[in-house]
């Protein structure tokens, strides 16, 4: 009895400090993401209007960065002084750079990033968060399921750029790269346990098609 009454207080302790950082997310969500092409122009050098499918891939995968980036903040915010705060912090670091990368893309190109980007914020954060609260393995389950989708979504645009008329090689090789890097990330979670979290096959078949789902939005609006 002693040992569930420190578990929830732990665990209520965690909900509380998470849905607060949540209410600060969202309060900021529409200002620093909503807009993200009144960054400096004075550093950017602005190109021709991109192909419909350049500019579809660079909308998605800026969703789709910003949304890890927003995973493993949640995930560092529970986990972060434990264990497995380092591997964590490592995987986060590479996602800023990501994000960041198409962040630029989306100003030199002049592309319109999805509306979709407040909720992409928020809802990263809860995944997140909400998997970390569950245990380290649980919080890698869930990076194992949204990398598996990532890999698989960057291995399926790397195809269509290389069979389109004139492909992009700088679009070829930043997503190689950012590709190879997630992949490193899903092997992570792997070594680290994640098929031993509890329902990891159920758990890790949901995730999936969220992550899907979201593409499949970002794609549209």
């Known amino acids: 009895m002693s040992r569930f009454s420190t578990f929830s207080r732990t665990n209520s302790w965690g909900i509380i400090q998470c849905r607060s950082i949540l209410q600060q997310q969202s309060r900021n969500a529409s200002t620093e993401y909503g807009s993200p092409q009144t960054a400096d122009c004075k550093t950017t050098t602005l190109r021709k209007r991109p192909t419909p499918l350049t500019d579809e891939i660079i909308r998605v995968d800026h969703a789709g960065e910003l949304g890890a980036d927003r995973i493993y903040a949640g995930q560092m915010y529970v986990l972060g002084n434990g264990p497995m705060g380092k591997t964590i912090a490592h995987m986060w670091e590479q996602e800023k750079e990501h994000r960041k990368r198409f962040e630029n893309l989306m100003q030199e190109h002049r592309v319109r990033p999805t509306i979709m980007l407040p909720i992409w914020n928020v809802a990263g954060f809860v995944l997140g968060a909400g998997t970390a609260l569950l245990g380290e393995k649980a919080a890698m ?44 990330h899903h092997d992570t979670g792997i070594d680290c346990g994640a ?27």
């Open 195 to 221: 098929e031993q979290a509890p329902f990891y096959k159920a758990m890790t078949e949901v995730i999936k098609i969220g992550c899907k789902t979201a593409i499949a939005i970002s794609k549209r609006i």
């Open 141 to 184: 389950a869930c990076t194992v399921a949204v990398e598996t989708v990532i890999v698989d979504h960057y291995n399926e645009q790397l195809r269509q750029i290389m069979e389109s008329p004139k492909p992009d090689k700088e679009l070829l090789d930043v997503i190689t790269k950012f590709r190879d890097e997630e992949q490193e």
